[in-house]
């Protein structure tokens, strides 16, 4: 089968880049080739559904541009489909004194991403909007909002299909070569032939790369976030979205309240090395995957520097009331018998030779090929723009 373009990867990234290839150059013959029964079923299906403002990114990044644009993307999308979402808002809150020097740098920050909107607030305005809240100062973000990701999906893939494309799920990409003229993709159900493919595997992005790529200076680590959900009679305490100001030396942002679209309210997550790349539970081990993190020279520098907050979020995955103790920083009401265990989620997160975690997107080219190495949060808020990059990359060659 002989394709012009051939996407490898289902989730929101591969299908919105398969959109934005086909809405820039109609009648192209492209394939979405997904290794699972369905679209989204991994990342983008098991995220909190959060539409980031672009306030944590550092200013010119890629994820900080990709993200500002892809946002008015997305809404636009979604206006133009009829996709419910809502731009609720979220308070970014400092429980101590102590936190309030970095809550001011990440003001400063928003205010270079253009978030001009956002304020400023005192306990007594924060707990106007939050009753529950423990607060000392925070800022209003009215910009972020929520959505479910995978319903964005699907209508993607309705408008990747009635654009000409084709997407081929239950087919996993088992090997790849590449002649002068073109990729041959072999897949556990046929072969593809395309002028050129893109990599947008997200937990196996390295691993697809590494099919044709001899040395890959970056492997994906599975991080498993695991979240819990306030019962039904407790929603009260949370009206909208409630985050901590992050640790400025670890990658994550630290347990924190999301409304979801569907009205319940997730809690978490925590942030622990996972034993398999897929592996949402605690028993999901992959001894080959497993060994093959550990065996990273970088992630051992990585477990050597964060050891101690590693332990910290391996300890609220064995204990309820030590992942209680975290969210009453934040609400002190919550107790352990209000949260009911939720579907957890596994990102993709990037990390060099040298133990750097990357804090960008990464996307590089070879040739016949687009890998994008790196796209953890806010990847999906961005997946419209960062598509519409890839396809003026792709469409240039």
């Not at 098991?46 to 994820?63: A, E, M, R, T």
């Not at 001011?104 to 928003?110: I, S």
């Amino acid at each position: 089968m002989r394709y012009q373009y051939a996407i490898i990867g289902g989730g929101i990234v591969g299908l919105a880049t398969a959109y934005q290839m086909l809405k820039k150059k109609p009648g192209l013959k492209l394939a979405v080739i997904e290794k699972e029964k369905s679209v989204a079923a991994h990342q983008t299906g098991h995220n909190s559904g959060v539409i980031h403002s672009g306030l944590y990114y550092k200013p010119g990044s890629l994820k900080a541009t990709n993200c500002l644009r892809g946002y008015d993307m997305l809404i636009q999308f979604c206006d133009t489909y009829g996709i419910p979402y809502d731009l609720c808002g979220k308070l970014v809150v400092a429980t101590s004194e102590a936190e309030i020097p970095e809550l001011e740098k990440l003001y400063q920050r928003g205010l270079e991403n253009g978030l001009t909107r956002m304020t400023k607030i005192t306990q007594q305005e924060a707990n106007a909007i939050e009753p529950h809240l423990k607060v000392v100062a925070g800022l209003n973000v009215p910009y972020t909002g929520i959505i479910d990701y995978t319903v964005v999906c699907e209508k993607l893939a309705e408008l990747v299909v009635e654009m000409g494309g084709e997407i081929f799920t239950n087919h996993k990409v088992e090997k790849i070569q590449i002649s002068s003229n073109y990729a041959t993709i072999e897949t556990t159900v046929k072969t593809f032939e395309t002028d050129m493919y893109i990599n947008c595997a997200g937990l196996y992005s390295d691993k697809v790369a590494g099919l044709t790529q001899k040395s890959i200076d970056t492997r994906i680590i599975p991080f498993r976030g695991e979240y819990y959900m306030l019962k039904p009679e407790k929603r009260y305490l949370v009206k909208n979205l409630i985050y901590p100001v992050p640790d400025p030396n670890f990658p994550f942002l630290g347990v924190h309240f999301t409304r979801m679209i569907d009205g319940g309210v997730e809690a978490g997550p925590n942030a622990v090395f996972a034993f398999q790349r897929e592996g949402y539970h605690m028993s999901d081990v992959n001894l080959e995957e497993m060994f093959e993190s550990l065996a990273w020279p970088g992630f051992r520098k990585v477990m050597m520097k964060y050891w101690k907050t590693g332990i910290g979020e391996y300890y609220r995955s064995f204990s309820k009331a030590a992942f209680t103790r975290a969210l009453q920083k934040l609400v002190p009401e919550v107790q352990e018998d209000d949260l009911i265990p939720a579907e957890a989620g596994v990102r993709a997160q990037a990390c060099d030779r040298l133990g750097g975690l990357l804090d960008d997107f990464k996307i590089i080219e070879e040739s016949h090929a687009i890998h994008i190495l790196n796209a953890p949060s806010p990847a999906a808020t961005s997946s419209l723009s960062i598509g519409l990059t890839i396809a003026e990359m792709a469409l240039k060659s």
